[in-house]
C-alpha cells in the first residue's frame, strides 16, 4: 500500500464517517468502489475484490454506528428498544445473507443492490413529508419481520443497511426522520456485526487475498478508514439535530438515488466519473 492510498483511505474515512452521522448509512457506496479499486490494482481477482470490499466495509461500519449512536442516544433520538429487537433479528439474517453472497457474481450483487435502493428513494419521495407526526408503531413482531429485509440487504451487500431500513422506519413504523436516522444507526451495530463474521467465515482459505486479511476482511484497509471515520460520525450526528426532517429527508432521498444509480452502473455507462 503506497503512502497515496494510505491518505486517500483516510480521507475516505472520514467523509463516510460524517455522511453516517448524518443520514444514518453506513457509507458502502463510497467505500465499495474505493476498496474495489484498491485490490484489483494490487492484482487481486474482480470477483474476490468485490467481496473483499463488502467485508471490509461492514467492520468499518460497526465502530462508525458505535459512535454516531452515541451521539445520537446524547441527543435523546435513538429507540433502543426498538434498535435491539430489530438489530438482534437482522444479525442472524445478515450472517446467512453474506454467506449468499460469497456464492455469488459480483455483479448480481450490485445490481440487485442498486434496484432496491432506488425503489426505496421512489416510494420515499411519492409518500412526501407528514404534516403532523404520528406515534412511531409500538410492535416488537412488526420490528422483527421488517428487520428481515434489512438483515438481508447489510449481508448481501457489505452494506449498513440504512438505506433500507430508514424507508421501512419513516413509511412502515411511522418513525419521525431525526428517530428514523438515528435508530437506523443502532440497528447498523447488531447487523453489520452478523454480516462481519459471515464474510470472515466464508472467506477463510480463499485463494489470492491481499495480505493482513481475515477471510473477506482486509486489515490495514479497515484500520485507515476506521481510524477517521469514528471521529467524524461524532460530527454527522450532531448536524442532523441542526437540520428540519424535510431537509434531512431530501438530502437522503438524493442519496439513496445516487447510490442506487451508481451500483447499476449508470455513471459508467454514460462515462461520467462520478
Same mark, same amino acid.
Given at each position: 500500500?503506497?503512502?497515496?492510498?494510505?491518505?486517500?483511505?483516510?480521507?475516505?474515512g472520514?467523509?463516510?464517517?460524517?455522511v453516517?452521522?448524518?443520514?444514518g448509512?453506513g457509507?458502502g457506496?463510497l467505500?465499495?468502489?474505493?476498496q474495489?479499486a484498491?485490490f484489483t490494482?494490487?492484482g487481486?481477482?474482480?470477483?474476490?475484490?468485490?467481496?473483499?470490499?463488502?467485508?471490509?466495509? +461492514?467492520?468499518?461500519?460497526l465502530?462508525?454506528?458505535?459512535?454516531?449512536?452515541w451521539?445520537?442516544t446524547k441527543?435523546?433520538?435513538v429507540?433502543?428498544?426498538?434498535a435491539?429487537?430489530?438489530?438482534?433479528?437482522?444479525?442472524?439474517v !445478515?450472517f446467512?445473507?453474506?454467506?449468499?453472497a460469497?456464492?455469488? *457474481?459480483?455483479?448480481v450483487?450490485?445490481?440487485?443492490?442498486?434496484?432496491i435502493?432506488?425503489i !426505496?428513494?421512489?416510494r420515499?419521495l411519492m409518500?412526501?413529508?407528514?404534516?403532523?407526526e404520528?406515534?412511531?408503531?409500538n410492535?416488537?413482531?412488526?420490528?422483527?419481520?421488517?428487520?428481515v *429485509?434489512?438483515g438481508f440487504?447489510?449481508?448481501?451487500?457489505?452494506f449498513?443497511g440504512?438505506?433500507i431500513a430508514?424507508?421501512?422506519?419513516v413509511?412502515?413504523?411511522?418513525?419521525s426522520?431525526?428517530?428514523?436516522v438515528?435508530t437506523?444507526?443502532?440497528?447498523m451495530?447488531?447487523?453489520s456485526?452478523?454480516?462481519?463474521?459471515?464474510?470472515i467465515?466464508?472467506?477463510?482459505?480463499?485463494?489470492?487475498?491481499p495480505?493482513? !486479511?481475515?477471510?473477506?476482511v482486509?486489515l490495514? !484497509?479497515?484500520f485507515? +478508514?476506521a481510524?477517521?471515520?469514528?471521529v467524524?460520525?461524532?460530527?454527522?450526528a450532531?448536524t442532523a439535530?441542526r437540520l428540519?426532517?424535510k431537509w434531512?429527508?431530501?438530502?437522503?432521498?438524493a442519496?439513496?438515488?445516487?447510490?442506487?444509480?451508481?451500483?447499476?452502473g449508470?455513471?459508467d455507462?454514460l462515462?461520467?466519473p462520478?
Amino acid at each position: 500500500m503506497t503512502p497515496l492510498h494510505i491518505v486517500i483511505l483516510l480521507f475516505s474515512g472520514a467523509a463516510v464517517g460524517f455522511v453516517s452521522g448524518l443520514l444514518g448509512i453506513g457509507g458502502g457506496f463510497l467505500m465499495t468502489p474505493l476498496q474495489y479499486a484498491l485490490f484489483t490494482s494490487a492484482g487481486v481477482p474482480s470477483d474476490t475484490a468485490i467481496k473483499l470490499a463488502f467485508g471490509t466495509n +461492514l467492520l468499518v461500519i460497526l465502530p462508525t454506528a458505535i459512535s454516531g449512536a452515541w451521539q445520537h442516544t446524547k441527543k435523546g433520538a435513538v429507540r433502543w428498544r426498538t434498535a435491539v429487537i430489530m438489530g438482534v433479528s437482522s444479525m442472524a439474517v !445478515s450472517f446467512g445473507a453474506a454467506t449468499l453472497a460469497t456464492h455469488l *457474481p459480483g455483479v448480481v450483487l450490485k445490481m440487485t443492490f442498486g434496484a432496491i435502493i432506488i425503489i !426505496s428513494g421512489i416510494r420515499l419521495l411519492m409518500s412526501g413529508t407528514p404534516k403532523v407526526e404520528t406515534e412511531p408503531v409500538n410492535s416488537p413482531w412488526l420490528w422483527a419481520v421488517w428487520s428481515v *429485509p434489512v438483515g438481508f440487504f447489510v449481508g448481501l451487500i457489505g452494506f449498513g443497511g440504512g438505506g433500507i431500513a430508514i424507508p421501512i422506519m419513516v413509511l412502515v413504523l411511522k418513525f419521525s426522520m431525526h428517530m428514523a436516522v438515528a435508530t437506523s444507526l443502532a440497528i447498523m451495530i447488531f447487523g453489520s456485526a452478523g454480516g462481519v463474521i459471515g464474510y470472515i467465515v466464508n472467506g477463510l482459505g480463499v485463494p489470492g487475498l491481499p495480505p493482513y !486479511s481475515i477471510g473477506y476482511v482486509n486489515l490495514p !484497509s479497515w484500520f485507515l +478508514l476506521a481510524i477517521t471515520s469514528v471521529v467524524t460520525a461524532q460530527l454527522g450526528a450532531k448536524t442532523a439535530h441542526r437540520l428540519s426532517a424535510k431537509w434531512l429527508r431530501n438530502i437522503f432521498i438524493a442519496m439513496t438515488f445516487y447510490v442506487g444509480l451508481k451500483m447499476l452502473g449508470l455513471f459508467d455507462w454514460l462515462g461520467w466519473p462520478l
